[in-house]
């Protein structure tokens, strides 16, 4: 029977991984794994993420199975960052740990398409990952320009979808720090997308994969809390991943709201089953790290304070590229007002493998970047680089 399955195209970006492992030189930047990096270009695991596992290690007593819905001491403690004073929107709100924002935004979409969804329409380009995982549903995708060529979101084409929306329709919209453009919708806009969306029958799903890392996390959280002040449904994906450092431990939560007077059980158990036919139950050490961190008011304060430096270093290096100007042909302003680890470059496939081949400047095949590959060693050798590709 194995023989009878088709050869799959490797993930672009995990091939890309592997390229630049194997270059020898050592003045070689890596810009295309989407991971947060120091000064220095390393990864690191936070301190308050250490003391938390440090006082499991001493502390817990089990490693028992929690059942599909997980750890529902993380789940609760992360609502009020997320949703504010009324985390749970009068007894409207509930959620489940899942393993990573991916598997939250697999479990969204797959309990839509049970619920009857039929379409789900999607800003592009986005996360790669997005599209993959609604192909392997069997759900449509309806893509709309999420860019302008600014650098600037496009609002109208958005508007469009969702009052030409029908029943049965799904919109997915990224929280903020808008992967892989960096380009989010400003306040006011988000203001004319929750009326919208007030007025549409379409359902809308927010991935809040990069929380924290924009401009803060009541800022990074207004969109969301706009809009679902003004809906009666909505699924909201949320990763731990990025802003508590915990990329391989898998830490994610899916939450839904539904209408005032609706039966949230019975979403609960339509997510528990779809849960436990996929992956049982997910994997609780990293949710557990934050449930602790969480609970603790001093370790809370730490991680907060190591999230703050790691916006605050990415701001700079936006800024940093924006007061270059430009690059060659490649305007570098836009930058400046787009938010988290990622932008794209106007570059075709050839500038890209040029970038590679003659800089060892590593990005996706798509011109997205990771801002937090660039530092005060090697940014204006990017700059560089990029002036004489594109020149």
Known sequence: MLDKLAPQAPDALLALIKLHASDERTDKIDLGVGVYRTGQGDTPVFDAVKAAEAWLVEEQDSKAYLGPEGDLGFVHALMPYIFGADATMGGRIEGMQTPGGTGAVRLALSVLQRAGASRVYLGAPSW????????????????????????????????????????????????????????????????????????????????????????????????????????????????????????????????????????????????????????????????????????????????????????ARMRAVRARLATAGSAGAVDLRPLGTQNGLFSILPLDKGQVERMRTEHAVYMAGSGRINVAGLHDGNIDRFIAALTEVTS
Request: overall charge negative; aromatic content about 6%.
């Open 128 to 311: 790669p990952n997005h599209a993959q995982i609604l192909a392997d549903i069997g759900l449509e995708l309806a893509a709309f320009d999420h860019a302008l060529p600014d650098g600037t979101a496009n609002l109208d084409a958005l508007l469009e979808v969702i009052r030409g929306a029908v029943a049965g329709d799904v919109v997915l919209l990224h929280g903020c720090c808008h992967n892989p453009t960096g380009i989010d919708y400003t306040s006011d806009q988000w203001v004319a997308i929750a009326a919208a969306l007030a007025d549409s029958p379409i359902f809308p799903v927010i991935d809040l994969a990069y929380h924290g890392l924009g401009h803060g996390m009541e800022e990074d959280a207004a969109g969301l809390r706009m809009v679902l002040a003004a809906v009666p449904e909505a699924l909201i994906a949320y990763s731990c991943d990025k802003n508590f450092g915990v990329y391989r431990d898998r830490v994610g939560a899916l939450y839904a709201m539904v209408a005032p007077g609706a039966e949230l059980g019975a979403v609960c158990s339509n997510l528990n089953a779809l849960a436990r036919a996929s992956w049982s139950m997910p994997p609780d050490h990293g949710g557990a790290v934050v449930r602790v961190i969480l609970r603790d008011p001093a370790l809370t304060a730490r991680w907060l304070d190591e999230l703050d430096t790691m916006r």
